[in-house]
């Protein structure tokens, strides 16, 4: 008895406390969310599981003790390599030509980054975050995981994992949270809009397009070109025509292995010593704020530009939702939305996609943005 007694005080289960029992539940949660309700599979398994393996005491599989999960942690995340290889295998995902044939709709990837910035003043000025706090909250509105992850681990390292699940979260509940909104903030008669069709796109474009954008955007923000500048040369390689090994890895085999590493080892960073404040609960009722306040900015920026758009050109200003950078879902929210209320006649799904691949870009400007003010 004395050997079974000795056993079970140096075993996990003696040091269990209420917190760990309660992080476990979380990934659980996140966990079931993934394999039940679809919610962003590939990204809720790993960091639900990496948060059940970071509460289990002794085990050593959080992100900050010394097992292999920390070893990811540190060179993945710390080091700032997964993400941006996120960014590579996006760039060869992303056809950027639908925003091209209608170069207006960059501008609502750009109003739909509002929400970033109104949740970071926010922070700061109502809930006492420090500035690299709450900018590292507010970019939660852009809906990009990876650039959520790519600036708190620079501004706010002990924030990641509450700041990581609720970017990954709100993305997946993008069809349940837009919609609302939209309905709220168009009439029927905009959603009836039916934009004309966008203008053909050249290859040579299409080619010049990520080489150019590239080497402004990096020239005018230097601390965006790890993200940036990896989105673009993934676009290279798709739209190059002649590398298609390194299209079907860098958008394939590479970017699944990285979304593994990424997944757990921000999942391991939720620790219950970590997580278990009140300051997790603003974290999330901020994500929210950040992420309406981004779906409504793209609206109500696309409903100012048709005032000054001659009949037959105006935008329908659903696409605006679209403009958070959660692609492609956020366009075919907007698809099934505005197809649903006008029972079929108008389906905006390329449109949607304009706004959708500026929002990348967008919320990579933005966390540059703030690297430079604040890094």
Request: hydrophobic share 55%.
């Amino acid at each position: 008895m004395d050997i079974l007694a000795k056993l079970f005080q140096q075993s996990g289960f003696a040091h269990l406390a209420w917190g760990n029992w309660v992080m476990i539940l979380v990934g659980g949660v996140l966990i079931y969310l993934a394999i039940s309700k679809k919610y962003e599979p590939l990204l809720l398994i790993p960091i639900g599981f990496g948060t059940i393996m970071a509460n289990l005491p002794l085990a050593g599989m959080g992100a900050y003790d010394s097992g292999i999960i920390a070893l990811i942690y540190d060179q993945g995340i710390k080091t700032e390599l997964l993400p941006p290889l996120i960014f590579l295998g996006v760039g060869v995902l992303t056809d950027f030509r639908p925003l091209l044939g209608r170069p207006l709709t960059f501008l609502l990837g750009a109003a739909a980054q509002l929400g970033i910035f109104v949740a970071a003043l926010g922070a700061a000025y109502l809930l006492n975050f420090d500035f690299k706090e709450a900018a590292s909250i507010g970019i939660i509105g852009g809906a990009d995981g990876p650039t959520s992850i790519f600036l708190a681990s620079q501004l706010a390292p002990h924030l990641l994992g509450p700041i990581a699940v609720a970017a990954y979260s709100y993305m997946s509940l993008v069809p349940v949270i837009q919609p609302p909104i939209l309905r709220l903030m168009t009439s029927r008669k905009e959603r009836m809009i039916d934009m004309p069709q966008a203008i053909p796109i050249s290859r040579t474009a299409a080619i010049l397009f990520p080489v150019v954008t590239g080497i402004v955007t990096c020239l005018a923000i230097p601390s965006s070109a790890p993200l940036i500048g990896m989105l673009m040369f993934g676009n290279l390689i798709r739209e190059s025509g002649v590398t298609e090994r390194l299209r079907k890895t860098a958008g394939g085999a590479l970017i699944d292995i990285v979304t593994i590493f990424l997944g757990i080892a921000v999942g391991a960073t939720m620790g219950a010593e970590q997580i278990l404040n009140v300051r997790t609960l603003y974290i999330l009722l901020l994500g929210v704020v950040a992420f309406s306040f981004s779906t409504a900015g793209g609206i109500a920026f696309a409903k100012l530009l048709n005032l000054f758009l001659r009949p037959g050109r105006k935008i329908n200003p659903c696409i605006g939702a679209a403009g958070v950078s959660a692609v492609p879902m956020a366009a075919r929210v907007v698809q099934q939305f505005v197809s649903r209320e006008t029972d079929g006649r108008v389906n905006p799904l390329m449109p949607a996609m304009g706004p959708n691949v500026a929002g990348v870009i967008g919320s990579a400007v933005a966390a540059g943005v703030f690297l430079t003010l604040l890094g």
